[in-house]
């Protein structure tokens, strides 16, 4: 009943900068929480930063502290994260997550397909 859709992904030098949107669609009452996660080949998927609902609270890994922000914009469903001073280590496959609410009045959580992120000079 969701879909997100990663974009703005794609190949940076060292220090340099990216940013990445989501956007959901589909049939929902309300988007909660939207969060970024990461996964490096060989390694677990990991939470980068998340967002509530109005935008009120965020959260940061400590690896990505001062130099990622995340943001929305609810009136477009869209999340975005911001990436500055980008390492060879933020390499990863960066997925969109989501808790929705449902017209039924639950509340389920939903991944996006993802978009690959590569540091490297």
């Known amino acids: 009943q969701v879909q997100l859709v990663e974009s703005g992904g794609g190949l940076v030098q060292p220090g340099g900068s990216l940013t990445l949107s989501c956007a959901a669609s589909g049939s929902f009452l309300s988007i909660n929480t939207m969060g970024w996660y990461r996964q490096a080949p060989g390694k677990q998927r990991e939470l980068v930063a998340s967002i509530t609902g109005a935008g009120s609270i965020t959260n940061y890994a400590d690896f990505v502290k001062g130099r990622f922000t995340i943001s929305r914009d609810n009136a477009k469903n869209m999340v975005y994260l911001q990436m500055n001073s980008l390492k060879v280590e933020d390499t990863g496959v960066y997925y969109c997550?989501?808790?929705?609410?449902?017209?039924?009045?639950?509340?389920?959580?939903?991944w996006g397909q993802g978009t690959q992120v590569t540091i490297s000079s």
């Open positions: 997550n989501a808790d929705a609410r449902l017209w039924s009045m639950s509340t389920r959580n939903y």
